[in-house]
């Protein structure tokens, strides 16, 4: 079993920054890729960012290159999604998922979810 506990949502304006933090808790925590998706209301959960476990490879939607950076810290076994230069377009609820080895960008692919945090960014 895994569970993820994602923080650091809230408010922030429009061009500010804002660090989302994924704790990952498994037996075998160096075997899953993370994926950072997103979900604003009336639309479908997008792909934001992914890295996979055990290699360093790291995925991004258009959107949120350059603006965005995905990291690990495998001594504390958790994932960050640096969010900068933020728009009012990234309001979302923000998700981490978790799947074997690899990450891919289809939230059908991941096994297992955080609770999701609430990410503002006014204009």
């Known amino acids: 079993q895994v569970q993820l506990v994602e923080s650091g949502g809230g408010l922030v304006q429009a061009g500010g920054s804002l660090r989302l933090s994924c704790a990952v808790s498994?037996?075998?925590?160096?075997?899953?890729?993370v994926g950072w998706f997103r979900q604003a209301p009336g639309k479908e959960r997008e792909f934001v960012a992914g890295i996979s476990w055990t290699i360093p490879s790291t995925q991004y939607t258009d959107s949120v290159k350059g603006r965005f950076t995905i990291s690990r810290d495998i001594t504390k076994n958790t994932v960050y999604l640096q969010m900068n230069s933020l728009k009012p377009e990234d309001t979302a609820v923000y998700y981490c998922?978790?799947?074997?080895?690899?990450?891919?960008?289809?939230?059908?692919?991941?096994?297992?979810w955080g609770q999701g945090t609430q990410v503002t960014v006014s204009s």
């Open positions: 498994a037996r075998t925590s160096s075997m899953y890729a």
């Open positions: 998922a978790a799947r074997s080895v690899i990450a891919t960008v289809r939230s059908n692919d991941y096994d297992y």
